[in-house]
């Protein structure tokens, strides 16, 4: 679109540029196809647009993608783009706040790409919406003013560094790709804008970590920049200890810590037990028949490798709205790394019964003590299993969880209808086992959705 025709769209729907919605339209055709051309869209890939306004960029993306997802704030706009797409079933317009607009559906959709020219004042919160972990975003162009950008890319020592920088370079790497002159917006900016490309880190860079703790030690330490981070630390471990043992400087502020040493400040203080273990290869289960009789008792590794029958429970944790918690397991993991699985699962220790294994998964791996178990039923060993005999658990739970970073990367609600879309679309995000279980429990449970 050129920018005779963008004054016309602003016009017909009376749309007048907001400077408080960081209302600045691009209207050079050449650097809005060169920023498509960045998101390298593929013919099965979902986009993500979030602030379209009046479509420089959509209308260069539209004819590439299976599923274009549009999300703007403005009503009018959003009115626009509805009735020019409306001719269009691949792509969707949602009016809506991008900070707000729930991005779980994507998960269904992947691989998704996210594509945003976005305004200064609400950037970081759109941005934390839709690229938090566990996301569904494999791939981000976004365009912003570039004093922002220059907060993202900013490192360790830089005025520029901060919160900002850290949230986004936890699980993406940022590069900047050119610098936008006022120009080719209309109304003009005061300021150049950049165009920022984000593409995932490598899970294989950092030890696992819990994000939400490193994330509340970073804003603890952040709200007083200037002072030494230990007054804001807690209280245990010994700050010295700490600091000693990472060879962090006793004195150090939270603005000269790089991301790593975020990360072991994070694997330092996380309380939970099982924080480093992602499992034990010498753990010692019951091999069973059949029939579920004990035979013998064998390790982990031995009954993983010989695929020797024995016994398993999943919890499936439902809160007040019905959705479930369904977890991702980490990449550490021996079996099926990385895939969403049920809220809690785990094997029966050498003499244990079920209902006890239950009550100690759902502590161990969400942190939720005395919780209701509602039995739904057992599903038989077989290779999809595991070679495990599953009793399968429901529970309702509306708090927190707390889960160890080892054992599992996420935890997120799904309503029971995107759970069942998403094994449609794409049952390999899943561990095999939890299939068999959300069959069993959505005919137990609700037989009539």
Request: charged fraction near 25%; hydrophobic fraction near 40%; proline fraction near 7%.
């Amino acid at each position: 679109m050129n920018a005779s025709q963008i004054h016309q769209v602003l016009d017909t729907f009376a749309v007048t540029p907001s400077k408080s919605l960081g209302q600045n339209f691009l209207i050079d055709e050449n650097i809005a196809r060169w920023i498509v051309s960045q998101l390298d869209i593929q013919p099965e890939d979902c986009v993500v647009e979030v602030g379209p306004g009046t479509g420089a960029l959509t209308e260069h993306m539209a004819p590439l993608c299976r599923k274009l997802i549009l999300v703007e704030f403005d009503a009018r706009l959003a009115d626009y783009q509805r009735k020019r797409w409306a001719d269009t079933p691949h792509v969707e317009v949602h009016h809506a706040d991008g900070a707000s607009w729930d991005p779980r559906r994507l998960f269904a959709e992947q691989p998704v790409k996210f594509m945003g020219n976005l305004p200064y004042s609400a950037g970081g919160a759109i941005l934390a919406n839709f690229l938090t972990s566990p996301c569904a975003c494999q791939r981000a162009v976004v365009m912003l003013q570039k004093e922002f950008i220059d907060r993202i890319l900013a490192k360790p020592g830089d005025d520029a560094y901060g919160l900002l920088s850290l949230r986004i370079q936890m699980d993406w790497v940022p590069r900047a790709l050119k610098t936008v002159p006022p120009e080719a917006f209309s109304p003009r900016p005061k300021i150049d804008s950049t165009v920022m490309l984000l593409t995932p880190r490598d899970s294989r860079e950092l030890p696992p970590y819990d994000h939400r703790l490193t994330d509340e030690l970073m804003r603890r330490c952040f709200a007083q920049r200037r002072k030494q981070m230990h007054k804001q630390l807690p209280p245990t471990p010994a700050w010295p200890e700490i600091a000693d043992s990472l060879s962090i400087s006793r004195t150090a502020r939270p603005e000269e810590l790089g991301l790593a040493d975020w990360v072991a400040l994070t694997n330092a203080y996380d309380p939970h037990p099982l924080a480093a273990i992602a499992q034990r290869d010498d753990e010692l289960f019951d091999v069973v028949d059949e029939n579920d009789r004990v035979i013998t008792q064998a390790t982990r590794r031995e009954v993983h490798e010989k695929n020797l029958i024995h016994r398993a429970v999943h919890i499936l944790v439902f809160n007040k709205n019905q959705d479930c918690l369904l977890q991702k397991r980490s990449l550490l993991k021996d079996k099926q790394p990385g895939l969403w699985d049920s809220s809690a699962a785990g094997h029966l220790d050498a003499g244990e019964d079920y209902e006890s294994a239950a009550h100690r998964e759902l502590q161990e791996e969400l942190g939720i003590a005395d919780a209701k178990l509602i039995l739904v039923g057992t599903i038989p060993p077989s290779e999809q299993t595991g070679y495990e005999h599953i009793t399968l658990y429901a529970a309702r739970h509306d708090g927190k969880v707390s889960f160890p970073a080892a054992e599992i990367e996420g935890v997120l609600p799904f309503s029971a209808g995107l759970i069942d879309h998403w094994l449609a679309r794409r049952p390999q995000d899943f561990a095999s086992s939890f299939i068999l279980c959300w069959q069993l429990v959505r005919s137990m449970l609700f037989p009539e959705k």
